[in-house]
């Protein structure tokens, strides 16, 4: 049975869409079948971060709601071999709701090793469907006081999920010394065990306009923090890397 992972953060433009692809991107290359599902219901953009933009003709609540079978909804990735999307779609539709959303999180556990969700910022109506029926959960901050704040926040919210971790994105040293802040102290204000840190990369902007896979171009800087959030993800013990 596959694992339903959510990437959340309570925060906007933490980094969610982002780190969603480069972990999916790397678990495919490690020979995982996995299944994105954005949920970022009117601003949906993982497609273009996945270099998938409009492909996708049917969204996940089409397959919530039995309009589309899952298999033929998902849209896979033409270069990345057992990464597919299943994208959001534009409105929240009033009949959709949580139950429904985890019978399609059940029926995609047996297909895909992953289901990796792309949630909403905030804590409205797309997060809650985001997060009803996940396995996982990675809240995604940055060392920013408000960031951290709400991801305190989110973690409250999550209770119901068995393993709640937190990934510390867009890291630079110099002003982390500038702030005398810590990643120790980011993890205890978010009040969550630390899974990965990210830096500051501008290959995440730079393949995100691309439409190409973070780890399209070698593993190094924020490729190579995904890959070990992914290798972590399989169970892996991985150093946490050295940001310079
Ligand atoms: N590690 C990084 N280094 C440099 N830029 C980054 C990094 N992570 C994210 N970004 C940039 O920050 C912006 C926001 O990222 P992203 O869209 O992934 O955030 P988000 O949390 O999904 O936002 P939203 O809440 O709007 O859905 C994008 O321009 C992205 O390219
Ligand atoms: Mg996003």
Redesign the pocket.
Not at 11 to 20: D, E, R
Not at 198 to 205: A, K, L, S, T
């Given at each position: 049975m596959g694992t339903v992972v959510t990437i959340t953060?309570g925060?906007?433009?933490?980094?969610?869409?982002?780190?969603?692809?480069g972990i999916a991107a790397s678990l495919a290359l490690m020979g995982r079948r996995v299944l994105c599902i954005d949920m970022?219901i009117g601003?949906r953009?993982l497609d273009i971060?996945l270099g998938l933009s409009d492909r996708a003709l049917m969204d996940f609540s089409d397959v919530a709601l039995g309009r589309c079978p899952l298999a033929r909804a998902a849209v896979d990735h033409p270069d990345l071999k057992g990464l597919s999307l299943l994208t959001a779609p534009m409105s929240l539709p009033a009949n959709l709701t949580p139950d429904k959303v985890r019978a399609l999180l059940n029926t995609a556990r047996t297909m895909y090793d992953y289901v990796l969700i792309?949630s909403?910022?905030g804590l409205g109506a797309g997060f809650r469907l985001a997060i009803c029926g996940a396995d996982r959960a990675l809240v995604?901050a940055t060392n920013d006081t408000s960031s951290l704040r709400d991801a305190q926040r989110t973690v409250e919210e999550l209770e119901h999920i068995r393993q709640v971790h937190l990934v510390m994105?867009?890291?630079q040293v110099k002003l982390l010394r500038r702030l005398r802040a810590t990643i120790d102290d980011a993890m205890n204000t978010a009040g969550l065990p630390l899974l990965g840190v990210?830096?500051?990369?501008?290959?995440?902007?730079l393949c995100?306009?691309l439409g190409q896979p973070l780890t399209s171009r070698g593993k190094r800087?924020?490729a190579q923090?995904c890959w070990n959030i992914a290798l972590r993800l399989e169970g892996n013990r991985v150093p946490i890397m050295r940001i310079r």
């Open positions: 953060s925060k906007g433009g933490t980094g969610k869409t982002s780190i969603t692809g970022d601003l953009n971060s792309d909403p910022a995604i994105n867009r890291i990210v830096p500051e990369d501008p290959q995440v902007i995100a306009n800087g924020a923090a």
